[in-house]
């Protein structure tokens, strides 16, 4: 469209099925045949969005949650500052440390809950899931209102370290991306030979970006369907991290940290492709059993 940006907005307005792109200062507007909260990308600025609500695309939360949850997080974001933090010490030595990859892996225990790594391929559940009060509602409001900041911090630090994971993957993007066009101008294969490091980058950032906006869906959800939510989110997360270590090491190996510089072997190769296909699934079922729902 090419008309006055005031007269796309106003126009917008009054019909469903059109959407001014929420881009700075784009003038592009959209128009879907069904309007939904559907993720939509503009042509021009390559803005990603939420159709009906002009958010950041926000499945499988809906468009009122996400707007409470955006609201509470800028409320309340002085007495969570602290968590914005990027270190924490290290369980076995006490030293300050600072994650500087995407991966929740450390040498040997889990960045958000400090526990045992070991434990967590059958106990991410508990690592991902918040252990409600039972007794709460009978105790006093002073009580009740650390309760309510403990559940909240929760949510929100997962929320947060997943932000940052998927900033510092867009890092690992970039030298994959960077490392693949250098080989294929220098004829150490073609594009097609590189794909899979590209594509696996690209799958986990939609995997880990699908999970940072589970934590407003648990947050905010009623029990009932919950454990079973709660047990699918564990799950995806477990296996984002999987794939989120196989690609840190594929990017460390082609950048010769790991094994001298080289394209990987076929078997990790195909245990890195296969990775790719357990992820995508379990972010796939999740979404079909609580999108919209």
């Known amino acids: ?35 939904r909260a559907r993720r939509v990308q503009c042509s021009r600025c390559h803005e990603v969005f939420c159709f009906k609500c002009r958010q950041m695309y926000h499945a499988p939360t809906d468009c009122a949650t996400i707007r409470k949850w955006l609201t509470k997080c800028a409320d309340d974001s002085e007495t969570a500052n602290y968590i914005s933090a990027h270190t924490k010490d290290c369980p076995k030595c006490n030293i300050c440390i600072e994650k500087n990859g995407g991966c929740n ?29 039972p007794d709460i509602v009978n105790q006093s409001q002073q009580a009740q209102a650390r309760e309510a900041l403990k559940k909240y911090l929760f949510y929100f630090e997962r929320w947060e370290n997943h932000n940052k994971s998927l900033q510092l993957e867009a890092q690992t993007y970039q030298r994959i991306q960077e490392k693949i ?93 296969n990775q790719m296909h357990i992820a995508e699934q379990k972010r796939r079922t999740l979404l079909k059993d609580f999108q919209d729902t």
């Open 181 to 273: 066009e250098e080989r294929v101008m220098n004829n150490l294969g073609t594009w097609i030979d590189w794909q899979y490091l590209h594509n696996a980058a690209k799958l986990l950032a939609k995997c880990r970006y699908t999970l940072q906006y589970t934590y407003p869906y648990a947050y905010y959800m009623e029990s009932g369907r919950k454990k079973l939510f709660e047990y699918q989110q564990a799950q995806l997360e477990a296996e984002i991290e999987n794939l989120s270590w196989k690609v840190e090491r594929a990017d460390s190996y082609e950048r010769g940290v790991v094994g001298g510089e080289g394209e990987l072997s076929a078997s990790d190769r195909g245990d890195l492709e």
């Open 105 to 133: 892996h450390m040498v040997n225990f889990c960045w958000m809950c400090l526990g045992d790594w070991k434990t967590h391929g059958s106990e991410y559940y508990e690592c991902s899931r918040y252990k409600e009060n």
């Open 1 to 35: 469209c090419g008309f006055n940006f005031t007269r796309q907005a106003c126009l917008c307005q009054h019909h469903f099925q059109l959407q001014l792109c929420p881009g700075a200062d784009c003038p592009i507007v959209i128009k879907v045949q069904e309007p």
